[in-house]
C-alpha cells in the first residue's frame, strides 16, 4: 500500500512540473531542484540529541554565512573524519564508533548541510566538500570515512582542494556518477527533456562543473591516498556496479564485497575489517 502512494504521489508531481515546464520552465527547474536537493528528514534538536552524540564535544564552525555542526571524541594527535550521507546525520556513526576507539585516535564527525544541528535547506556533494574542506583545515585528519553520498563528496573534496595530509580513504556504499543519481531522480518523477536539460544546465552554472565530469571514480585515478573500499550487493539505494567503479581505478585500493547488508552496511565484522586497514 506504500508503495503504491508513494508511486501515485512522485507521478502526480512529475506532472505537476512538466505542465509547468510549458508555462514557465524556470519556475519548473527550480521546484525540481528543490525537491531534488531539500532533504527531508536528518536534522536534529540540541535539546534531544542521541546518546551517542551526548558523548562527544560539540564544535560548531562557521562556512561563509552558514554554521556547521561537528562532534569529537578526543584521542591521539591522529584524526579520523567521519562523513555521513543523504538524510542523515552524525549519529549513523553510533555502530561503528566502539570500534573506532579501539584505535586511540581522536574522532570528529560532521552534520552535513542541511541535516543534523548544521544551517542550510540545501544539500549537494559540491556543498558537502565545502564544509569538509573547512573542518580539515581545522583539524588536519589523517583518514576520512564516508558513507553514501558522503563518499562521493569526499572524493569531490580530494579532487579540488588536493589536501596531501589525508593518508587513508573508507568509502561505503558510495555513489561515483552524479549523472546516475540525477537520471534515477529524473525517471523517477518521468521528468521531460526540458526539465532535464535546464538542470544539467543548472548544474554546470551552480558547481562549474559538466553532469558526465562529476564522477568520484574518474577523480580516484589521480589519488595518492590508501583506500578501503566497501559496497553490498544487495544495495538498492546505489547500486554494487558504483562501487567496483571506485576499485577498478583507485590506485591503492582494498575492495570488499559484501552480501545481505544492504546501503546502511552495519556489520561487526566488516567495521573491524575497516580497524585493522586504519591500524
Excluded: C
Excluded at 558537502?128 to 583518514?143: R, S
Excluded at 562501487?243 to 559484501?258: I, N
Amino acid at each position: 500500500m506504500k508503495k503504491i502512494r508513494y508511486f501515485l504521489i512522485t507521478k502526480s508531481i512529475g506532472i505537476y512540473l512538466n505542465i509547468l515546464s510549458y508555462i514557465n520552465l524556470e519556475n519548473a527547474k527550480s521546484k525540481a531542484y528543490q525537491l531534488f536537493s531539500h532533504p527531508r528528514k536528518g536534522r536534529l534538536n540540541i535539546k534531544n540529541l542521541p546518546k551517542t552524540l551526548q558523548s562527544a564535544t560539540l564544535e560548531t564552525l562557521k562556512y561563509k554565512d552558514e554554521n556547521f555542526q561537528t562532534y569529537i571524541w578526543q584521542g591521539n594527535q591522529d584524526v579520523i573524519l567521519l562523513v555521513h550521507g543523504w538524510e542523515s546525520n552524525a549519529s549513523r556513526w553510533k555502530k561503528l564508533l566502539p570500534h573506532l576507539k579501539q584505535s586511540g585516535k581522536t574522532i570528529v564527525a560532521i552534520d552535513a548541510p542541511a541535516h543534523g544541528l548544521s544551517d542550510g535547506k540545501e544539500f549537494n556533494a559540491p556543498h558537502y566538500a565545502e564544509f569538509i574542506n573547512v573542518l580539515a583545515q581545522q583539524h588536519q585528519p589523517k583518514i576520512i570515512i564516508g558513507h553514501s553520498i558522503g563518499g562521493a563528496a569526499i572524493t569531490f573534496y580530494l579532487n579540488k582542494y588536493k589536501n596531501p595530509a589525508v593518508e587513508k580513504v573508507i568509502l561505503l556504499g558510495a555513489p561515483s556518477d552524479f549523472k546516475i543519481i540525477n537520471d534515477n531522480f529524473i525517471k523517477l518523477l518521468s521528468l521531460n527533456n526540458k526539465i532535464k536539460s535546464q538542470l544539467e544546465h543548472y548544474y554546470l552554472e551552480k558547481f562549474n562543473i559538466h553532469l558526465a565530469d562529476f564522477s568520484g571514480h574518474q577523480f580516484a585515478k589521480n589519488f595518492a591516498q590508501k583506500a578501503f573500499i566497501s559496497h553490498d550487493s544487495s544495495d538498492d539505494v546505489v547500486l554494487i556496479a558504483e562501487g567496483r567503479k571506485y576499485a577498478s581505478t583507485w590506485k591503492d585500493a582494498t575492495y570488499v564485497e559484501t552480501s545481505g547488508l544492504g546501503h546502511s552496511m552495519h556489520d561487526p565484522d566488516l567495521y573491524q575489517k575497516i580497524v585493522d586497514f586504519i591500524q
